[in-house]
Nanobody, 119 residues
């Protein structure tokens, strides 16, 4: 089991960059896949990116591919989402999530961090 705490959200102008973080604590990180999701007011939660803690290739939603990068730091036990070329439509609460490798559902979620992109 893991616990997740997001941080680093804020206000940024369109075209700018922002890196948000997810601090991970728990017993066995390596057996999990980490994901980023986002939810804007009046919209459903949507997938953004995912990466296995143990490494490998990352996956991205088409809407962020080429602009966002997911990574993790094994020393700091933190997963990051680097966001570049931000657009107003990226405005949302961003959530960190974790699931066990071999499952399809994310069972552990952070509290979310607000990202607002102004034009």
């Amino acid at each position: 089991q893991v616990s997740l705490v997001e941080s680093g959200g804020g206000l940024v102008q369109a075209g700018g960059s922002l890196r948000i973080s997810c601090a991970v604590s728990g017993r066995t990180f390596s057996s999990y896949s980490m994901g980023w999701f986002r939810q804007a007011p009046g919209k459903e939660r949507e997938f953004v990116a995912t990466l296995r803690w143990s490494g490998g290739s990352a996956s991205y939603a088409d809407s962020v591919k080429g602009r966002f990068t997911i990574s993790r730091d094994n020393v700091k036990n933190t997963v990051y989402l680097e966001m570049n070329s931000l657009k107003p439509e990226d405005t949302a609460v961003y959530y960190c999530a974790a699931r066990r490798v071999g499952t399809v559902n994310y069972d552990t979620w952070g509290q979310g961090t607000q990202v607002t992109v102004s034009s």
